[in-house]
């Protein structure tokens, strides 16, 4: 999953990640300025995703899958 694709789609990364749980396999890390925009990536940590509970709910699934950070 790309967690800036699935935002601009409209869709939760953290509750997709608690929902997929062991078919999660693969997760595309990055932050967004405007959950709408494209071209708003920005610094991980400094845009409007919620990337501490993303990271929660890794654990808390007990991920071992790829995670890329981009």
Not at 24 to 45: F, I, M, R
Request: proline content about 3%; overall charge negative.
């Amino acid at each position: 999953m790309d967690i800036g694709h699935a935002t601009r789609a409209g869709v939760d990364p953290v509750k997709t990640v608690d929902e997929c749980k062991e078919r999660l396999l693969d997760l595309h890390v990055k932050d967004l300025k405007n959950k709408t925009d494209k071209d708003s990536q920005t610094e991980v940590g400094k845009g409007v995703l919620d990337i501490p509970g993303l990271f929660r709910a890794l654990h808390r699934i007990g991920f071992t899958g790829h995670l890329g950070l981009e």
